[in-house]
């Protein structure tokens, strides 16, 4: 089994040493290089010809965002983006990631040593994905040990009936790794009467605001970060916060948004399954889900009771994920009624939206 080949970058000589500490007590992972700044690693690339690259945004003699955006112009290579946790850091790590960025992890502001310790078996599954993120690299991935994993049970018991309250449609996305992206070029398709969506992307509590007012700029509909309590209405999109599960519910006249400080799910917080599964319960037969680009399995099993309550949902295809775990792993538990590219799953939400709602599910079957 071929370890993944890391080049780390960053101007700060502690980051780099602490960076390439962690990474090389991964098994699966071997530190190549380091450089302090994107000239010296334009030359360590053609030298070393890593798998992976870490990237600092601040750095001496270029930038990281125009080095990222020459590396993708004229040798793309996965790369994952070393962020602050500041307003200015989570707009710049966004822009890398419409730029090709496969993904980030935050830089700490304080106690650099111990806080960078501690996620250290994040930022090392971080990078062995973006390996696997490109095609022509299948690197084998050991498990690290990790804690047990909590269903959506933790949060929210699954239903034994399932409502159509309210009778209008109701649009439903989850997202992980690649879903930035993916979510923008879906709310950038979307009218601004489009039926009102809920959105569970995997992302740190500090970019949850920033990446909703940055889709709000690129999106016909109004788009914000989820209230507890905010009324669902068409034309409006609603993100979950990065430190709170997003669920949705009846309050007697209408569907809210809840907003829910559970433990996380699928090691995730927000989790797709827990919108997913509240929407099963609370919107049934009305709702049209769609499950995109991300690692691992969250969304899967809630897209199947989605199914199961008479909604009709869609995977996006493999070939246009950046990484196909959660839509495949709902495909391959029968879970998705179609499976699209991306450019197409925005005509096909408002598609089926449009039809009437007893037969919006069985036109998705055929």
């Excluded at 991935?141 to 309250?165: F, I």
């Excluded at 999109?237 to 669920?247: C, D, K, T, V």
């Excluded at 246009?320 to 179609?338: D, L, R």
Aim: net charge neutral.
């Amino acid at each position: 089994m071929s370890r993944v080949r890391v080049l780390v970058i960053d101007d700060s000589a502690l980051v780099r040493k602490l960076l390439t500490t962690m990474l090389s007590c991964d098994p699966m992972i071997e530190v190549v290089g380091t450089a302090a700044d994107p000239l010296i690693a334009r030359e360590k690339i053609k030298q070393l010809e890593p798998d992976v690259l870490t990237l600092d945004v601040e750095m001496p003699r270029m930038d990281g965002l125009t080095f990222l955006e020459n590396l993708m112009r004229l040798r793309p290579m996965p790369v994952v983006m070393v962020s602050s946790l500041t307003q200015q850091g989570a707009e710049v790590t966004l822009r890398a990631l419409e730029l090709g960025a496969v993904d980030f992890f935050t830089k700490p502001s304080s106690d650099l040593a111990s806080t960078f310790a501690e996620g250290a078996q994040d930022i090392c599954a971080k990078v062995k994905l973006a390996a696997l993120a490109r095609p022509r690299v299948r690197t084998a991935v050991r498990k690290l040990e990790v804690a047990p994993r909590l269903t959506a049970d933790a949060v929210l018991p699954r239903s034994q009936s399932h409502d159509t309250r309210g009778g209008s449609p109701i649009i439903a996305i989850g997202a992980s790794t690649g879903g930035t992206e993916a979510i923008r070029v879906v709310l950038e398709a979307m009218p601004p009467d489009a039926p009102p969506i809920l959105i569970t992307q995997h992302i740190p509590a500090a970019f949850s605001a920033p990446f909703a007012a940055r889709m709000d700029n690129c999106s016909a509909m109004r788009v914000c970060e989820a209230r507890d309590g905010q009324p669902i209405q068409p034309g409006h999109a609603y993100i979950a916060p990065g430190s709170e599960h997003l669920l949705v519910m009846w309050d007697g006249a209408r569907h809210v948004c809840r907003l829910h400080n559970g433990p996380p799910v699928n090691r995730h917080k927000p989790a797709v399954d827990v919108l997913f599964r509240s929407m099963a319960a609370t919107a049934g037969s009305t709702v049209i889900a769609a499950l995109l680009t991300g690692m691992g399995d969250d969304g899967a099993r809630g897209l199947l009771e989605l199914k199961e309550a008479g909604a009709a949902t869609i995977v996006q295809d493999e070939a246009s994920s950046v990484v196909w775990g959660m839509p495949g792993a709902a495909y391959k538990m029968g879970a998705a009624n179609e499976m699209l590219p991306l450019e197409n799953i925005a005509a096909r939400l408002l598609e089926l939206a449009r039809r009437p709602l007893a037969g919006a599910a069985r036109a998705a079957h055929r």
